[in-house]
């Protein structure tokens, strides 16, 4: 596809509060930024606007920060809206995503990435302005509905990489199992190791 | 691919002890058995051997159930030991599997699809006889290792609805939302819906 955007939304400070007393503040903050270093990383050659809640570096060419301190809800929407150029929409915690995983998400209409737990943790839409975001909750089955209710053609894009927003603890076991480049890195760093527990993984510090 | 075999473990009695006591020991068997017949459905056309712990009804002509009071490892070991026809292992939670899944999972070495928190939950193997599972644990690395061990090429199938496997009550949300057939069908019988909580899903009884 020639012409693609891309916006995602980022929180820094007291973002992924569910990580504490795992990780501290600062570790959080700096997690959150090595997460989305492996998602700008798979938006390569995109041009991606950072949706974010302070000024911040991205350390990366192909991206630039917005300062957003209103609902994300809102922002985007009004963002969408007059928008016609083909548009994806990322979150920032699913650092297993892919170069190949936005390509798989292109489509003639809407395509959405279903999260663990009823939300959604991309979208991509051929034509912005005729869709409407409705992010938290069960988004997943309001992203649904509106793609009905305007005819346009649906896509879901079935990827357990992308449903893999990283928020608890646990969710740390699926970084250092799969391993995405930033994020993994960052959290062997501060010596973050899987454990064996009875009958699921999970994570404790060296 | 013409000659596939397919084998799944069944658990039957005792199973999902997670689920309590959010259901009781009746309705996991039941759930249970609900679960089964969405994933057999996915396997319709092959043949299939269900690896039961006790004898029942799979109400299915093509699976047929063997008993196996055995270890799980030893057992499929030993069956897939002297197997030269391409054979799948497909656990029986895992309702969100849809028959295009098993599909998407024939190559020509090994097919691992990765569960949430280090499992597999399902395999395909071109020639059996040359595998070796190990479930449990952090079967996923495991399994990734003795392929690479044995030579045999890799395929990793990256699905969002193979990798839930229902365990816990929160897992419930998911079948509810993506609702296969059988399963979300008992479920919504015996009155269990989603509930909202605070930023993740979840399920009440009504």
Redesign the interface.
């Known amino acids: 596809m020639r012409a693609v955007k891309a916006v995602v939304p980022f929180k820094m400070r007291g973002a992924k509060t569910r990580l504490a007393p795992f990780l501290s503040p600062d570790e959080r903050m700096a997690f959150s930024k090595a997460m989305l270093r492996d998602v700008l990383h798979s938006l390569k050659g995109i041009e991606v606007t950072i949706l974010a809640t302070e000024e911040f570096d991205s350390e990366c060419d192909w991206a630039h920060v917005r300062l957003n301190p209103h609902d994300l809800n809102a922002t985007l929407n009004e963002y969408i809206r007059r928008e016609r150029t083909p548009t994806l929409i990322v979150m920032s915690d699913i650092p297993l995503i892919q170069e190949w995983h936005v390509h798989e998400m292109y489509s003639d209409g809407i395509t959405l990435v279903?999260a663990?737990?009823?939300g959604t943790n991309a979208i991509f839409m051929r034509d912005p302005s005729r869709f409407k975001v409705d992010f938290y909750?069960?988004s997943?089955?309001k992203h649904v509905a509106i793609a009905n209710e305007r005819g346009l053609p649906l896509k879901i894009l079935?990827?357990?990489?992308?449903?893999?927003d990283v928020d608890k603890p646990?969710d740390l076991?699926?970084v250092l199992?799969?391993c995405p480049k930033h994020s993994c890195a960052y959290l062997r760093s501060i010596g973050v190791r899987?454990s064996?527990g009875k009958?699921?993984?999970g994570v404790e510090r060296g």
Chains 1, 2 share one sequence.
């Open positions: 279903p663990r737990g009823g909750e069960v997943f089955l079935d990827s357990f990489c992308m449903s893999t646990e076991a699926e199992i799969h899987l064996y009958s699921r993984m």
